[in-house]
């Protein structure tokens, strides 16, 4: 009896000594970089600090000099985003740029995002060989059925305990993305390659890590969260669902260019913003263009089997810059800056390159609610290409509509995300400017009815205006983007903001009843909803990028090999002198006694006096103000009466 007595007093003594082994583990995540390695603005031509992993990287080093445990991974489109990128891309060297800084870095993983798919399968698969790093992707297959990429991997690192103790862990890591890359790369993807489900892959590689021998189980996931806790297979945004699946320790998520946590998803299911957690998961996303850095802090406690097991967990994300204060709050790596030199010199030289002149200038303050020179020119632009390509075709005699959105509109981009290009000489970089992404020019065939519901779709933009509400309504709905803001020349039509929108943010139909465009005509007469028109737009929105109704790939009659952006370079460079200016074929209409109110950059209100549809009503902190549609004035009334503070002077 006595023998037993002290086998227990044994056991109960090695329980309360393996219980006291307790070890403190950050993880630290970039994603989105978008070829923002230097901290600098390649449109602007000019150093910027609020971007660049090159001040990312002073975050890394100090969350790494602050834990004795620390890992460190990547979520993603890092290869495609600025003229950096596109240079990479065609002139690749041994070791990408890009990579080459994540290797001095000493990155433990990466895992791919969609945009890095933008070049092509060849272009990623050299990008990727050399890194000195685990590359992961669990939701890609080949024709064959296997992964197209390594699924998973399995680190084994040493670290030590709150005691100073040795142990080592095996990390085991699982990489997905959006499986829309099948359309917004159909023509890079089609016959290669196919993509599954995110949570269904995390469902299936999550256990085999476990049998395996992991002792926690990462996944890094390119989504970001939906508000529907719901969501069909295959569905773009599932963060919350991925946080359901068991056996998942962390999720370090992307492409959302939010950061989590943060306010902005104070209201998603499951979350829990105070602690960084997802139905109880860790969870951290940092923002985009190398704006942040993601911290996971974990606590991990072994227990009496000898498994670890996180006891607690806290995600947090690091700013480099103050966007209150309008101020830097870390400097650049320098020495990892050099690194890159001989590609950010070759890049500017690029960017710098005359290509034209402008009589007036060009920007994009105020795109989102009024037609725009900044979005005209670039639908200018691939209508002229098109219909030199249709000449002499059965095509030919088709109504030819175009179709072109605002990219750099504010938003979760930023303060500085505008285009603004002063009257004169405009350079190569200008021309980048006003068309940010390597897309290609596409032509679909579609009925005058689709036309109308593409118009629908886009028009969703809009937060829904009461007329019995107050006096004044945000006009904008801050869920939306502005990529997906199609404005379509070669018709005329007005947009109805009392009405509901016709379409959620994914393509569903919502409100059946519900017509936010009003008088559309083509040629001054209603259009013919059962004629047949087409409409150029680029290879993202032909083959459903953005979930415009009836527009997912199948009605695709021409192909280009084009860039929009080399097509716009061209159409700029043989006009030699153009004056850019919006034809007006559309607008909101007003809200009587409403007053429809929009966040803009304060920059943009040195340009008010060429703007006669908006006035300037309040400045903000950051760098933002408020702004106002006016109402369009009777032919030759006298400009409106207002209380609106003056216009600050230009800088």
């Known amino acids: 009896m006595r023998r037993l007595f002290f086998i227990t007093l044994l056991l109960a003594a090695g329980l309360t000594h393996s219980q006291a082994q307790t070890l403190q583990l950050r993880l630290l995540e970039t994603s989105d970089l978008h070829m923002n390695l230097l901290d600098w603005d390649y449109y602007q031509d000019k150093q910027s600090s609020e971007v660049g992993l090159v001040r990312a990287a002073t975050l890394i080093a100090q969350a790494r000099a602050e834990s004795a445990n620390s890992l460190l991974f990547d979520n993603g489109d890092l290869l495609q985003g600025t003229p950096l990128g596109d240079r990479a891309a065609r002139h690749p060297s041994a070791v990408h740029p890009a990579i080459r800084l994540l290797n001095a870095l000493h990155y433990d993983a990466a895992n791919l995002g969609n945009h890095d798919f933008n070049y092509g399968l060849p272009a990623l698969r050299l990008a990727m060989k050399g890194a000195k790093f685990p590359y992961i992707n669990a939701n890609v297959l080949s024709p064959n059925g296997k ?43 089609a016959g290669r390659v196919t993509a599954q489900d995110m949570v269904q892959t995390a469902r299936a590689f999550a256990p085999k890590l476990r049998a395996q021998g992991a ?22 945004y599932v963060a919350v669902q991925l946080a359901q699946v068991p056996g998942i320790d962390a999720l370090l998520l992307g492409h959302q260019h939010e950061e989590f946590p943060g306010a902005f998803f104070k209201d998603y299911p499951g979350v829990d913003i105070e602690h960084g957690l997802i139905h109880g998961v860790p969870a951290v996303m940092p923002g985009r263009w190398g704006s942040d850095l993601g911290v996971i802090d974990m606590t991990l406690d072994r227990g009496a089997d000898g498994h670890w097991k996180v006891r607690a967990a806290q995600g947090a994300v690091r700013p480099i810059f103050d966007a209150k204060q309008r101020k830097p709050l870390v400097e650049a790596d320098e020495k990892l800056a050099h690194l890159v030199a001989p ?35 670039v639908s200018d632009a691939q209508a002229a290409y098109v219909r030199r390509l249709l000449r002499g075709t059965a095509l030919e005699k088709l109504p030819l509509l175009s179709a072109a959105a605002p990219f750099k509109a504010g938003g979760r981009q930023g303060v500085s995300s505008y285009t603004d290009i002063p009257a004169g000489a405009i350079a190569a970089k200008n021309v980048a400017d ?66 509901a929108p016709r379409y959620g943010i994914e393509g569903k139909l919502i409100n059946t009843q519900a017509h936010r465009i009003r008088n559309l005509r083509y040629q001054g007469q209603p259009i013919d909803e059962a004629a047949d028109f087409l409409v150029v737009t680029n290879n993202y929105r032909a083959n459903g990028g953005g979930h415009f109704p009836g527009i997912n790939g199948s009605r695709i009659v021409l192909e280009t090999p084009m860039e929009t952006r080399q097509v716009l ?54 760098g933002w103000a408020r702004y106002e549609l006016r109402p369009p004035a009777a032919p030759g009334a006298p400009a409106p009466q207002t209380d609106y503070p003056p216009v600050p002077p230009a800088n």
């Open 434 to 499: 006003l068309y940010l992404y390597p897309n290609t020019v596409q032509v679909v065939k579609i009925k005058g009815a689709e036309v109308r519901e593409w118009l629908e779709m886009a028009a969703g933009q809009y937060a829904r205006i009461d007329p019995q509400g107050p006096a004044v309504q945000d006009l904008l709905d801050p869920e939306a983007r502005s990529y997906n803001a199609d404005t379509v020349d070669g018709v005329s039509y007005e947009i109805d903001v009392t009405q």
């Open 343 to 377: 590609e950010h010199q070759a890049t500017l030289a690029d960017m710098r390159r005359p290509v034209a002149r402008i009589s007036a200038p060009l920007f994009s303050y105020f795109s989102q609610v009024q037609d725009d020179p900044s979005v005209q020119i």
């Open 215 to 236: 002792d926690l189980v990462l996944l890094i996931a390119h989504t970001g969260l939906d508000h529907d806790a719901d969501l069909p297979p295959g569905s773009e």
């Open 569 to 622: 370079g061209a159409y700029i460079a043989a006009q030699k002198t153009l004056g850019p200016q919006a034809d007006g074929n559309w607008h909101v209409l007003p809200v009587p006694g409403v007053r429809l109110s929009f966040t803009s950059s304060a920059a943009g209100a040195k340009y008010l006096p060429l703007v006669p549809g908006v006035c300037l009503s309040g400045l903000l902190e950051g």
């Open 147 to 189: 992964q197209a990429f390594t699924p998973t991997t399995l680190l084994t690192r040493k670290f030590t305990d709150t005691e100073g103790k040795p142990h080592t862990l095996k990390i085991g890591l699982i990489g997905v993305v959006p499986p829309q890359i099948m359309e917004w790369d159909r023509q890079n993807l």
